[in-house]
Nanobody, 124 residues
Framework: QVQLVESGGELVQAGGSLRLSCAASGGSFSTLAMAWFRQVPGKDREIVASISWSGLNTYYGDSVKGRFTISRDDAKKTMYLQLDNLKPEDTAVYSC?????????????????WGQGTQVTVSS
């Protein structure tokens, strides 16, 4: 069983930056493909970015491409999301997710493990 805990969300002004962390415990971190999602109340969950087991393959949603960067540190069992040039429309609860599915695809929403989420609020 894998447990995921996010941190780093806070209130920031438009144009600012944040770094979110997703710390994993249990299981084997190096076998996990992982992703960041975000959700605003009343709207569907949106995939923000994903990263493969090796870290060599990454995916970004169109709305964050060029502004956000996903990465992972296997030694620390932690995944990160660097958020730069934040916009008010980036305001959401950001959650991390992980899967051991060998047939994982970069754009999948099918993950076995989810964190509780961290709130990011961007003021204009």
């Amino acid at each position: 069983q894998v447990q995921l805990v996010e941190s780093g969300g806070e209130l920031v002004q438009a144009g600012g930056s944040l770094r979110l962390s997703c710390a994993a415990s249990g299981g084997s971190f190096s076998t996990l493909a992982m992703a960041w999602f975000r959700q605003v109340p009343g709207k569907d969950r949106e995939i923000v970015a994903s990263i493969s087991w090796s870290g060599l393959n990454t995916y970004y949603g169109d709305s964050v491409k060029g502004r956000f960067t996903i990465s992972r540190d296997d030694a620390k069992k932690t995944m990160y999301l660097q958020l730069d040039n934040l916009k008010p429309e980036d305001t959401a609860v950001y959650s991390c997710a992980a899967t051991t599915n060998y047939y994982w695809k970069e754009t999948t929403y099918d993950y076995e493990y989810w964190g509780q989420g961290t709130q990011v609020t961007v003021s204009s």
